[in-house]
């Protein structure tokens, strides 16, 4: 949709503030580098990376969730969401630095994958099996093939908005619309591929072809709590204050809400089905998870993904009142990424504490990196 009447370019974009959160995210990023280069000697290659894949996977859902936003609302020619385009189209931007930042998945993928040793290849069949795709050339190629498509797609859509700020063309808008729908195609394919390929082949014994949808659903959740988030934020330094009102807010709850439903039933489907079939190389990857300190981290997940923000969400006035959403938000932010922690920490560390400062550390120097590079 166009910008619409009476909303300059001023308004819709982060102009005046950006170089001010820019300057914040990039110390916030060198803090993290720098912890992540003391803390790593001490706890160990293999923990670093596990640690910088979290923060990777947890700054990449996010970027994907905003590629999402943008590609459904030009689908559905949502026309609520103008305002919020902008603001969606910065995060969506952090695929360009997501996309550098991966070369260090690979150069840690001995310590990170099994089938990344030929060793461990040439002692277990089922990975020579599998080496077919499970091969360091292929991983490459397959990590480059994704961050050039949803860069393309990025950097269309972007670029596409940008001009319509300036000319106001509505052609721009049909060609945005007309690319949304092979778009979500391209989105679809792409973002299970990478989950598979990311996460899941960690455990290259274990699969569950509902994986990456159960990726794309915790980033829904990610990217609606951002956007409540940042967009408070950008009003509080004086833009979209009148633009994005109390609907948008209301509107983006519900979408919070949905996806937490969503999330669920993709959780509790892919549980059910693996452990109704009883097979032991499938449900060995829920019993780590349900054995030791894990066990209790398990349904700290349930309750916190699941239960309390449901109940939360599920009538109107907490999605009126701005406080409440913005909390609730925050929370759903923290929990996404406690599930991908979730997801990849357990085989590394089943019988003792999982935690560690490097979790932080790796975080910060993610998510400050990609900050300093899309305000």
């Known amino acids: 949709m166009m910008q619409g009447p009476g909303l300059s370019q001023d308004q ?47 700054g990449l859902s996010l970027a994907l969730g905003a590629l999402f936003f943008i590609l459904i609302t030009h689908l559905t020619r949502a026309g609520w969401s103008v305002v919020l385009r902008r603001v969606a189209e910065s995060v969506a931007m952090a695929i360009l630095p997501l996309g550098l930042l991966a070369i260090l998945i690979f150069v840690g993928r001995h310590e990170l994958y099994i089938w990344a040793r030929p060793d461990a290849v040439a002692a277990d069949p089922h990975l020579a099996h599998k080496a077919g795709y499970l091969n360091s050339s292929f991983f490459a190629l397959r990590l480059l093939l994704y961050f050039a498509i949803w860069g393309a797609m990025v950097l269309f859509f972007r670029g596409r908005s940008l001009r319509q700020d300036r000319d106001g063309a509505p052609g721009l808008t049909l060609a945005m619309e007309r690319f949304a729908a092979p778009g979500m195609i391209l989105f679809a394919l792409t973002v299970t591929f990478a989950a598979f390929d990311l996460i899941m082949a960690l455990y290259p014994l274990w699969y569950s072809t509902i994986f990456g949808v159960y990726y794309f659903a915790g980033a829904a959740v990610a990217i609606f709590s951002l956007l409540v988030v940042l967009t408070t934020l950008v009003q509080r330094s004086g833009r979209l204050i009148g633009v994005v009102t109390a609907e948008h807010f209301h509107d983006l709850g519900k979408l919070m809400f949905a996806f937490v439903v969503f999330w669920a039933y993709i959780a509790f489907s892919q549980y059910m089905l693996i452990w109704y079939a009883s097979i032991p190389e499938e449900t060995g990857w829920y019993l780590v998870r349900q054995s030791g300190p894990w066990a209790g981290l398990s349904l700290f997940l349930l309750f916190g993904h699941f239960v309390f923000p449901f109940l939360l969400l599920m009538s109107r006035h907490p999605k009126r009142r701005h406080a409440v959403l913005v909390a609730a938000a925050c929370w759903l932010l923290f929990i996404h990424w406690f599930d991908l922690f979730w997801l990849i920490m357990p085989e590394l560390s089943p019988d003792r504490s999982p935690f560690h400062l490097l979790d932080l550390a790796a975080m910060l120097a993610v998510i400050g990196t990609i900050g300093a590079f899309v305000f």
């Open 12 to 58: 819709l974009t982060l102009s005046g503030i950006g170089a001010r959160w820019a300057a914040w995210a990039g110390l916030i990023g060198l803090v993290g580098w720098i912890a992540c280069a003391v803390l790593a000697p001490s706890a160990g290659v293999e923990r670093f990376f596990r640690s910088y894949l979290v923060a990777f996977v947890y």
